[in-house]
């Protein structure tokens, strides 16, 4: 059923003041404050909000169209300022590395309750027996083969520039599946519509929050539990031979910025230190962008307006500090 409320309570995060404030710097307002913009409407919709609030501060806010990997090189190098919404089970090598040298920051959690998998249409249980088990998923791949992938059945998964977490869940449990990486979150969509319509076979992997499952009808794929033991103990799991071979570790997602943001722009680096997204939030504002055709400018100026009095406070608290 889709969802039609707009707008739920937000979830802001603002500061109690205690004693005696020095109050902090704007710091450099002439210059823009570049955050990167990723490639699925979540994430367009956790940057939105927060660029909006540091406009409202008397920032000047650009957004930069940048791949999840480069986006973290370019941080590090000062080219881009924050990144709001990033998923710890497909960050890219480097992450730590730069971060380990100073050039980027974690400046905390988002707030969204996360989950990711490997996701099907509820249709697919009639095609395949014992569904949600991931043993009877297996013995029936070749029911999920393409002319590509056969006769192995096919996994749709991230676009490659979002890291391959599904191919490498499957390729660690020796599933008999091929992953193919989808060209986008619009192409993952697509896939999944038109396999309902057409009741044709369908395996991807997903995430939550997303619109669509609040759209139509789905079901996760039961893997073994993502346990630090399975990623961590080769002996563990259903393959004694690889580490990874289970279901998705349980997601963090968490704000990054470029380490001299607090330097250059002080109120905005604790705005953004401050600032949360709730996931029902965001996932009814994707349902109003994907689901119902609204404007993105449209559907965050309404939010941004209905949180005024919020966000007033969030701004005056971070200058107070």
Same mark, same amino acid.
């Given at each position: 059923?889709?969802? !039609?409320?707009?707008?739920?309570? &937000?979830?802001?995060?603002?500061?109690?003041?205690?004693?005696?404030?020095?109050?902090?710097?704007?710091?450099?307002?002439?210059?823009?404050?570049?955050?990167? $913009?990723?490639?699925?409407?979540?994430?367009?919709?956790?940057? !939105?909000? @927060?660029? &909006? #609030?540091?406009?409202? @501060?008397?920032?000047?806010?650009?957004?930069?169209?940048?791949?999840?990997?480069?986006?973290?090189?370019?941080?590090?190098?000062?080219?881009?300022?924050?990144?709001?919404?990033?998923?710890?089970?497909?960050?890219?090598?480097?992450?730590?590395?730069?971060?380990?040298?100073?050039?980027?920051?974690?400046?905390?959690?988002?707030?969204?309750?996360?989950?990711?998998?490997?996701?099907?249409?509820?249709?697919?249980?009639?095609?395949?027996? =014992?569904?949600?088990?991931?043993?009877?998923?297996?013995?029936?791949?070749?029911?999920?083969?393409?002319?590509?992938?056969?006769?192995?059945? !096919?996994?749709?998964?991230?676009?490659?520039?979002?890291?391959?977490? =599904?191919?490498?869940?499957?390729?660690?449990?020796?599933?008999?599946?091929?992953?193919?990486?989808?060209?986008?979150? =619009?192409?993952? #969509?697509?896939?999944?519509?038109?396999?309902?319509?057409?009741?044709?076979?369908?395996?991807?992997?997903?995430?939550?929050?997303?619109?669509?499952?609040?759209?139509?009808?789905?079901?996760? /794929?039961?893997?073994?539990?993502?346990?630090?033991?399975?990623?961590?103990?080769?002996?563990?799991?259903?393959?004694?031979?690889?580490? =990874?071979?289970?279901?998705?570790?349980?997601?963090?997602?968490?704000? /990054?910025?470029?380490?001299?943001?607090?330097?250059?722009?002080?109120?905005?680096?604790?705005?953004?230190?401050?600032?949360?997204?709730?996931?029902?939030?965001?996932?009814? $504002?994707? &349902?109003?962008?994907?689901? !119902?055709?609204?404007?993105?400018?449209?559907?965050?100026?309404?939010? /941004?307006?209905?949180?005024?009095?919020?966000?007033?406070?969030?701004?005056?608290?971070?200058?107070?500090?």
């Amino acid at each position: 059923m889709k969802l !039609r409320t707009m707008i739920a309570t &937000a979830a802001f995060a603002i500061p109690i003041m205690t004693g005696s404030a020095v109050a902090l710097d704007m710091g450099a307002t002439d210059q823009p404050i570049k955050l990167a $913009m990723n490639e699925w409407t979540g994430q367009h919709l956790s940057t !939105r909000v @927060a660029g &909006a #609030i540091l406009e409202k @501060a008397g920032y000047n806010v650009e957004y930069v169209t940048a791949g999840y990997g480069p986006q973290f090189i370019a941080m590090a190098d000062g080219e881009l300022h924050g990144a709001m919404e990033v998923w710890t089970s497909n960050l890219p090598g480097q992450f730590n590395d730069m971060e380990a040298a100073g050039g980027i920051k974690d400046i905390g959690a988002l707030g969204l309750n996360a989950r990711e998998g490997v996701l099907y249409p509820i249709h697919m249980k009639d095609m395949c027996p =014992g569904l949600p088990d991931w043993e009877a998923l297996n013995a029936c791949a070749a029911k999920f083969a393409t002319v590509e992938t056969m006769p192995k059945g !096919r996994l749709l998964d991230y676009p490659a520039d979002w890291g391959s977490p =599904g191919a490498d869940r499957f390729n660690a449990m020796g599933m008999d599946f091929q992953a193919v990486p989808a060209g986008s979150e =619009g192409a993952l #969509i697509t896939e999944l519509e038109a396999s309902i319509a057409k009741k044709s076979p369908l395996l991807l992997t997903f995430w939550q929050p997303h619109w669509a499952l609040a759209e139509y009808e789905t079901e996760w /794929v039961a893997l073994p539990a993502g346990t630090d033991e399975c990623y961590n103990d080769a002996s563990w799991g259903v393959n004694p031979n690889a580490t =990874g071979d289970c279901d998705f570790s349980p997601t963090r997602i968490f704000k /990054v910025t470029w380490s001299g943001m607090n330097d250059t722009w002080p109120v905005a680096g604790e705005i953004l230190a401050q600032y949360t997204m709730d996931a029902g939030d965001q996932q009814n $504002m994707m &349902a109003a962008i994907d689901g !119902r055709g609204e404007d993105i400018d449209d559907v965050v100026a309404a939010f /941004v307006a209905s949180k005024a009095s919020d966000i007033d406070s969030m701004i005056a608290a971070a200058k107070a500090k």
